[in-house]
């Protein structure tokens, strides 16, 4: 039973920072990559950011690229988004989620990831 569990989100003001986690169980964690989606009210879910198996490789939607930077520990199963300068725009609920590895290279499509978390919201006030 694959498992993922978001944690982090919040009420944060205009500027300021959070950083989102996913603690993954259920398979073995190095095996896949993973990626941040999100979805605010009305709108579709959208590519945030994702990481390779192995951490080397990282990509980023333009509207984050420069303010939000992906990690992930293997030893701890855990997948982090540290998201800096939040603006109103970014307030929506955030995903985490698994792509395995052997499927093919980093994807930017919701399509490709095989197993997703319940969501942490983020709010982000002006």
């Known amino acids: 039973q694959v498992q993922l569990v978001e944690s982090g989100g919040g009420l944060v003001q205009a500027g300021g920072s959070l950083r989102l986690s996913c603690l993954a169980s259920?398979?073995?964690?190095?095996?896949?990559?993973m990626g941040w989606f999100r979805r605010g009210t009305g709108k579709e879910r959208e590519f945030v950011a994702a990481i390779s198996w192995n951490g080397a490789n990282t990509r980023y939607a333009d509207s984050v690229k420069g303010r939000f930077t992906i990690s992930r520990d293997n030893a701890k199963n855990t997948v982090y988004l540290q998201m800096n300068s939040l603006q109103p725009e970014d307030t929506a609920v955030y995903y985490c989620?698994?792509?395995?590895?052997?499927?093919?290279?980093?994807?930017?499509?919701?399509?490709?990831?095989?197993?997703w978390g319940q969501g942490t919201q983020v709010t982000v006030s002006s």
């Open positions: 259920g398979r073995i964690f190095s095996w896949y990559h």
């Open positions: 989620a698994m792509k395995s590895a052997a499927g093919g290279p980093l994807s930017q499509s919701r399509e490709e990831y095989n197993y």
